[in-house]
T-cell receptor
């Protein structure tokens, strides 16, 4: 099982729809999780952290399921400007000698007018 | 500056030449990453530096690739005898180790080997 796996997409979604991405991770002791956004020909930027209790930022909701080892990102009322690649990111367990942050390959989202 | 700085932003080189790419991480960040991204593809991990520990070089694709980090700050990625398949965007990121805010990226160096 890969350390971090995402469906590469692309997801083609009409404007205004709700879209959800999942990301699975292999190390059950991983401590913190993030979603990054990468626009075309730009560098990835932090979109939001993912907290155990789930968290919401406007139209975006992130959730963590430790039992099944996945995180999710839900985008409601999608906008054209949401078109981007969404990267799942996992921080290693505390105290782990290998503390390298792991980036998924990303899921491409196209919002259609 | 406040962010991660990479130079040059664009580099065109002839096949067989050596190139050096530079990354200035955010001041105080102990962790530094190099990634490669080909057009339309995901991030490909290359190398990771953390403090004074031995770097994790597990992602370097061949012995033509090497990287250094001097004084725990600036890093240089060197590609020797460049090949056309080396053409990609090379991204550098830094973080405070297990910083809960994650890693911050530079704008990348777009390398084109002709």
């Amino acid at each position: 099982r890969k350390e971090v796996e995402q469906d590469p997409g692309p997801f083609n979604v009409p404007e205004g729809a709700t879209v959800a991405f999942n990301c699975t991770y292999s190390n059950s002791a991983s401590q913190s999780f993030f979603w990054y956004r990468q626009d075309c020909r730009k560098e990835p930027k932090l979109l939001m952290s993912v907290y155990s209790s789930g968290n919401e930022d406007g139209r975006f909701t992130a959730q963590l399921n430790r039992a099944s080892q996945y995180i999710s990102l839900l985008i409601r009322d999608s906008k054209l400007s949401d078109s981007a690649t969404y990267l799942c990111v996992v921080n290693p367990p505390l105290g782990n000698r290998d503390d390298k942050i792991i980036f998924g390959k990303g899921t491409r989202l196209h919002i259609l007018p | 500056g406040a962010g991660v700085s990479q130079s040059p932003s664009n580099k065109v080189t002839e096949k067989g030449k050596d190139v050096e790419l530079r990354c200035d991480p955010i001041s105080g960040h102990t962790a530094l990453y190099w990634y490669r991204q080909s057009l339309g593809q995901g991030l490909e991990f290359l190398i990771y530096f953390q403090g004074n520990s031995a770097p994790d070089k597990s992602g370097l694709p061949s012995d033509r690739f090497s990287a250094e980090r001097t004084g725990g700050s600036v890093s240089t990625l060197t590609i020797q005898r460049t090949q056309q398949e080396d053409s990609a965007v090379y991204l550098c990121a830094s973080s405070l180790g297990k910083d809960p805010r994650g890693a911050f990226f530079g704008q990348g160096t777009r390398l084109t080997v002709v």
